[in-house]
């Protein structure tokens, strides 16, 4: 209970010197323009999300202007704490440093305060984009004699929200490598009747309805991420379109891979004798297996089987799904060398994309 009372009366004396020291701005007419805009952010973010900068604890509040003139005797500094647009529960402080020519002639400068962003340490790129927000020309636009530090803040928000995005999907891209590698370090596989183990060694046998046909191998491409989905192409050559199922069915075995939204959208053509056998599957992703079959038509591969996997974040990507796994599918005949034997023809040569082989 004390301590809740505690808290509430330094939020109230926070906001209580705000107000004063808005008050006192006002009473000079070069910093009407500078005590407006605090008043104004202060009714946008709320009473407590602004208060005077302190540079350590029990130091006195810096920033404060020499009233007994119209000019300033350095630099007003106030801090705002904001939360992430997209994740409320995520928090930042932002350090406004305002100079005393400002909005005259000088604009404002915004320093990242917090050394994390949620679990994630801040990187030196993202703390110096911030400080040249109104410097550079991904920035925000200044104009002299115009207040901006709203507009710097909402920029501010966006790229660090953009950022802790990226580092979330490059985790959730690290935890399906991880656990796709402790699959395949660690093949666990159940018999199909109680007695089954008296009849063989559990760690040999496989069933053979999950088990890849003799001389197949499978190519693995890096993960996309977008929006915290996620999209692996894999791809494989093939001499008879019976193997189809049985790879489909080895993939769909693996646990990572059968808890995805889309697990094995998959397109196929095989060359026997003078037929050509193909065929594909949206797997419940509307239209998505027949455009992988049209990316293989056009490059003209044959004995080829094309899968791509889509684990769903919980965003709605639209039409750039599509994009996305189309181009994991094309990484995938890359890293398998698929794409070198069309370019060949044409009289040129491509490296193997990156990924992995299993």
């Known amino acids: 209970m004390d301590t809740n009372v505690s808290t509430q009366s330094t939020d109230s004396d926070t906001a209580m010197e705000l107000r004063d020291f808005i008050a006192k701005l006002m009473q000079s007419s070069d910093l009407e323009s500078v005590a ?9 973010y709320g009473d407590h999300a602004i208060h005077l900068y302190r540079s350590s604890p029990g130091s006195p509040r810096s920033g404060i202007p020499n009233h007994s003139s119209s000019n300033a005797s350095g630099a007003i500094r106030y801090e705002i704490s904001l939360n992430l647009p997209s994740h409320e529960d995520i928090s930042i402080r932002i350090l406004v440093s305002i100079p005393p020519t400002y909005p005259a002639s000088n604009p404002p400068q915004l320093q990242l305060l917090s050394r994390y962003i949620g679990a994630f340490g801040v990187d030196s790129s993202l703390f110096g984009s911030i400080l040249r927000t109104f410097i550079s020309v991904s920035g925000v ?15 501010v928000l966006e790229r660090c929200e953009a950022w802790y995005e990226d580092k979330l999907n490059r985790e959730t891209a690290g935890e399906l490598l991880r656990e ?8 666990s596989v159940e018999p199909d009747e109680p007695f089954a183990s008296s009849i063989a060694d559990e760690k040999d046998r496989v069933p053979l309805d999950t088990a890849l046909p003799e001389g197949i191998k499978i190519v693995e491409a890096e993960p996309i991420v977008d929006r915290k989905s996620v999209f692996i192409g894999r791809a494989c050559r093939i001499s008879d379109p019976s193997q189809v199922p049985l790879i489909l069915n080895n993939l769909m075995s693996e646990r990572h ?13 095989c060359q026997v004798g003078s037929v050509l056998h193909q065929d594909n599957d949206d797997d419940g992703e509307t239209a998505a297996g027949s455009r992988l079959a049209h990316l293989l038509s056009i490059l003209e591969i044959n004995n080829v089987l094309v899968v791509v996997t889509r684990w769903f974040g919980g965003i709605h990507l639209g039409p750039d799904r599509f994009k996305h796994i189309n181009h994991a599918a094309r990484n995938a005949l890359e890293l398998g060398g698929f794409l070198e034997q069309t370019d060949e023809s044409r009289g040129g040569g491509r490296n193997a994309g990156k990924g992995r082989k299993r």
């Open 36 to 44: 407006s805009e605090i008043d104004v952010l202060q009714s946008i």
């Open 141 to 155: 636009e200044w104009t002299p004699e115009s207040v901006c530090v709203f507009d710097g803040l909402q920029n």
């Open 180 to 187: 796709d590698a402790h699959t395949h370090n660690h093949v």
């Open 257 to 269: 891979i059968s808890r995805a939204a889309h697990p094995i959208i998959n397109a196929w053509r």
